[in-house]
């Protein structure tokens, strides 16, 4: 049974990602760290949207923030922070 467990760790070293959630990513728990964002939060921070999800995202943002009040607010909190 040893030659088992060897044998799986190995593989498992050879692959930075193993299951493909979130916390089984390095860069996806780098960038966690970058904003901040606690690990337990299901969503993904590098992962890209498909593009319908996109498009829905962009049309319900652009209903709420019609004037791109949420730009100014992203803007407004950076420079808060002295990010840009």
Known sequence: MGWLTAFLARLAGRHAVRCGCPLCNPAELEQRDVIGMPYRHPESITRELPGRQ??????????????DEWAEIILDVRRAEGQS
């Open 54 to 67: 996109e498009e829905a995202l962009a049309a319900i943002g652009a209903e709420l923030w019609p004037d």
